[in-house]
């Protein structure tokens, strides 16, 4: 996600896994723990996941019976609508005379796998739509605290008793504000349909099984983050496209005008200068703007960042304005980093010491600021004598942590090189080898920035020489994720075409050689 042109969020669907937020599945206790108060939850994952007493839900005797009746076939259809609720549970009660070893409940995930540990589950089942939560086995409507107006809190909740099915609460979300009876009937029709598609599920069910999974990524975050403010959705695979524009029709008609497929030359994260703010944002070091760095450090119990002046320091004669001046700009980059990398858990900022306790309210009020628009949950604690700020965000999935350094192109991390100049005689030769010998026609040459302007700039570039050469014009484009030696060469189709590196043959062929006589 950008804003004015710089990367403020960074998602990564690994498709590696299996356990996204918010799927629910047959589980199986396997293991109660009374000291922790606890079960482990044998859901199919190489850990078994982890379930707190706390995190049952008060309505957790109704969906045991409940879940008991749909796979005993007992329960037929499934609305709630004739379901006798089953009591409420103790909120202080015991976990070993709750649940059984081998039980089979559902569950649904609250946190993906993170470091060593297992998913986090609870059984206070709930499906979100774009303006509404559905949760069964409850007849409360609740509403968001983001909704100030007393009038507009009376008139959605009026309008949700309305249209409710039995026997189900809903949370209505911050952007059901000002909406029409019809968007949100049609949002919890979904929401029902979706219900019944896990009754459907329960009834074939077997033990660890997926019963109902959350949308996907893309999918969930159009359904979570859309608001008024967007300019544009761009996406750079028709599927994907096509995907999109199929939901935005369900949930948001008005905004299938801001869906566009990129189908130019450049990769969509250069064109947008996406792949540099990566290269940039992401490492060990990050520099402020205006002055200053942080050094930031991840450890398996808290992340840490440390605001640096660096040469800043040396521009300003008052140390305490110095101090202030390098805080304020750390503060906005500490909170725009925490959400582009999705740090959780515990945070401490070491800032630059601050005599002033006005100077240190006003970095702790400008952290606040800039964090009222993260959408997880957080508590910042005040600046301590120490200059320490300490924050908690909540945490659902691992931190995203790309890695900025580069193996050496030059030698592929081995410690052994060629020369680098040999890179442009092997381009030169694979471009001789496919306009000539394979009479290739329209391919593209993608390179790093530096070998961009030494092919193409000059009155008569090495790009030109080519064409009055083969009377074929190669195009070339820059590619800031290649390396300084590396490159890529597409067909007129976009295809990349499998080349053979003779230099890295002939490097090959000398290692060899030595080995040999070693």
């Known amino acids: 996600m950008l804003q004015d042109k710089r990367l403020i969020e960074y998602h990564f669907d690994r498709n590696d896994t299996a356990y996204s937020v918010g799927d629910i599945f047959l589980g199986t206790v396997k293991k109660v723990m009374p000291g922790l108060n606890a079960a482990f939850i044998d859901i199919g994952y190489q850990k078994d996941a982890f379930l707190h007493y706390g995190d049952l839900g008060e309505n957790f005797p109704s969906l045991v019976k409940w879940g008991r009746g749909v796979q ?84 959605l909740k009026r309008l949700i008793a309305s249209i409710k099915p039995e026997n189900f609460g809903v949370i209505i979300r911050t952007v059901a504000e000002g909406r029409e009876v019809a968007e949100l009937d049609r949002d919890m029709q979904n929401m ?33 983050m859309l608001n008024e403010s967007f300019d544009a959705i761009t996406v750079d695979s028709p599927a994907m496209y096509e995907e999109m524009r199929s939901y935005l029709q369900q949930i948001a008609p008005d905004k299938l005008g801001l869906l566009k497929l990129h189908t130019g030359k450049v990769k969509v994260f250069e064109h947008y200068g996406i792949e540099k703010q990566l290269k940039t944002l992401f490492g060990k070091a990050v520099t402020v703007p205006g002055g ?52 959780g858990g515990i945070i401490v900022v070491d800032f630059i010491d601050m005599k002033s306790g006005e100077s240190r309210k006003k970095v702790e009020d400008a952290v606040h600021s800039i964090m009222k628009h993260d959408k997880a949950r957080y508590t910042i604690l005040p600046i301590t ?9 909540q945490r659902v999935r691992p931190a995203e942590a790309i890695v900025t350094g580069e193996v050496c192109p ?32 329209g391919i593209t040459l993608s390179v790093h920035p530096f070998l961009h302007a030494y092919y193409t700039k000059g009155l008569v570039s090495r790009q030109m020489k ?12 820059k590619d800031t994720s290649l390396g300084l030696t590396e490159y890529r060469i597409e067909d007129e189709h976009g295809e990349e075409i499998e080349l053979h590196s003779a230099a890295a043959a002939m490097s090959r062929l000398q290692d060899r050689e030595i080995e040999i006589l070693d």
């Open 385 to 393: 004598k120490f200059g320490l700020l300490q924050i908690t965000r």
């Open 192 to 224: 029902v349909e979706k219900w019944n598609t896990l009754f459907l599920n329960l009834k074939a069910g077997k033990p660890n099984d997926k019963i109902l999974g959350e949308l996907g990524r893309t999918s969930s975050m159009l359904r979570d």
């Open 466 to 477: 080519w064409y009055l050469k083969y009377y074929k014009w190669v195009k070339v484009m």
């Open 292 to 343: 200053g760095y942080l050094v930031i450090e991840h450890t398996e119990a808290l992340h840490v960042v440390d605001v640096n002046s660096g040469n800043k320091s040396n521009q300003e004669g008052d140390q305490e304005a110095t101090a202030l001046h390098v805080n304020l700009s750390a503060a906005k980059e500490v909170a725009r980093q925490l959400r582009l990398r999705d740090m």
């Open 72 to 155: 005993s076939q007992k329960i037929t259809v499934g609305p709630l609508k004739t379901f006798q609720f089953d009591g409420t549970l103790d909120k202080v009660g015991k976990i070993d005379a709750t649940l059984k070893k081998s039980q089979q409940l559902l569950v649904q995930i609250v946190k993906e796998p993170i470091s060593t540990k297992g998913p986090r589950l609870s059984t206070d089942i709930s499906m979100a739509g774009r303006y509404l939560v559905l949760v069964p086995f409850s007849n409360t409507i609740s509403v968001s605290k983001k909704i100030v107006s007393r009038t507009e809190r009376d008139r």
């Open 410 to 441: 030059t030698c592929g991390g081995t410690g052994k090189i060629s020369a680098s100049i040999l890179v442009t005689d092997e381009i030169d030769n694979s471009i001789d080898d496919l306009l000539v010998a394979q009479n290739q026609s």
